[in-house]
């Protein structure tokens, strides 16, 4: 199916009302084109360490939005006209042009997959769960995954990082809490490596599907690992859920901005004696986490690289 695409060049001032009134009449996912940087919160959300340059803010904004090709166009873009005037009584608009073309259907949620495809980590074969194993690997510990749109394929350099590190301290009695659980990769390899129970948490509702998918497709019962939703960092009741010094270890695989206020809380639902495993640091910031983990009171144990992103051990 084609789209009909619809692009409104406005100001960053009025673009926030554009939109709203936009899903006013009921057009939903809007995309917006600016120049202004990503917020703290948005690069936090959107797994982002790395800015591309963008040039200076000129107070241009585009607008997009999608309508379906059966549509009536007519009435939804005189509509579209009359909100634009309304606002361009109390809000500088601009140009509020309205350009028209058309776009192709493409499967966004689904477009990825062609480019994941079964990979090694070490003796760990990862393998989507659309793809089969192939003989000469029936020996290996597999892992079938699909994270939905969750993070955590294992591609990650970061993710690779956690897994190895992962590998290293569980034991049969370790109970691990995965933050930040994305597709459930981590808890779920620890508990293949021989972990008792995971305990993971995201901010993302998909997380919590995807962990769930893909623990049932690797044969883990639910009495083995729980998952949960909400920021650990400043809500006490998802800490008091967590339970403290309750892990043998606790993995963090988010950006460096997020492990340094997540370092003090998770100190407390560590075991004396308990691993925390961080990573998702790019490599400038390696002294920033390092210094959070040595302000906690954590003795770091080891530091590793792999591409330009770092994982940082350490022991409570
Ligand atoms: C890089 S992904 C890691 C996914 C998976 N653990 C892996 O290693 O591939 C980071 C995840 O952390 C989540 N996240 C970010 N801040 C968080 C917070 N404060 N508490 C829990 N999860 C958080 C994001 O939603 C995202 O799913």
């Not at 692009?7 to 899903?23: H, P, V």
């Not at 939905?148 to 049969?172: D, N, S, W």
């Not at 004696?273 to 210094?291: A, F, H, L, P, R």
Request: some cysteine; aromatic content about 6%.
């Amino acid at each position: 199916m084609k789209w009909n695409k619809f692009r409104i060049k406005t100001t960053t001032e009025a673009e926030d009302l554009i939109c709203s009134s936009l899903m006013e009449l009921g057009i939903q996912g809007v995309e917006l084109e600016d120049k202004i940087p990503l917020t703290q919160s948005d690069k936090e959300q959107m797994f982002v360490d790395i800015m591309p340059e963008i040039d200076v803010d000129d107070g241009v904004a585009y607008i997009n939005f999608y309508l379906e090709e059966d549509e009536d166009k007519g009435a939804v873009l005189a509509a579209v006209r009359e909100e634009l005037e309304d606002i361009a009584v109390y809000a500088n608009v601009g140009e509020a042009s309205i350009e028209e073309s058309q776009t192709e259907d493409v499967d966004w949620v689904n477009n990825w997959k062609q480019y994941f495809h079964q990979f090694t980590i070490d003796d760990v074969l990862i393998i989507p769960s659309w793809e089969d194993v192939q003989p000469e690997d029936e020996d290996k510990m597999i892992i079938h995954i699909d994270p939905g749109t969750a993070f955590g394929t294992g591609m990650h350099e970061t993710t690779q990082l956690c897994i190895r590190q992962i590998k290293k301290y569980v034991t049969p009695d370790t109970v691990i809490l995965d933050v930040g659980c994305g597709s459930g990769i981590l808890g779920m390899l620890a508990l293949k490596f021989g972990a008792k129970y995971s305990v993971g948490t995201d901010l993302d509702p998909c997380a919590i599907d995807a962990t769930h998918e893909n623990m049932e497709v690797n044969g883990i019962s639910g009495e083995q690992y729980e998952v949960m939703i909400g920021n650990i960092i400043d809500n006490t009741e998802v800490q008091d859920k967590v339970g403290y010094e309750k892990y043998d270890i606790v993995v963090a695989n988010i950006l460096a901005d997020v492990l340094v206020p997540l370092t003090p809380v998770i100190l407390a639902q560590l075991k004396p004696g308990g691993i925390y495993i961080t990573s998702g640091i790019i490599d400038d910031k390696e002294q920033t986490v390092v210094d959070a983990v040595l302000k906690a009171g954590l003795t770091v144990l080891e530091v590793h690289h792999q591409g330009e992103w770092v994982s940082v051990t350490a022991r409570k």
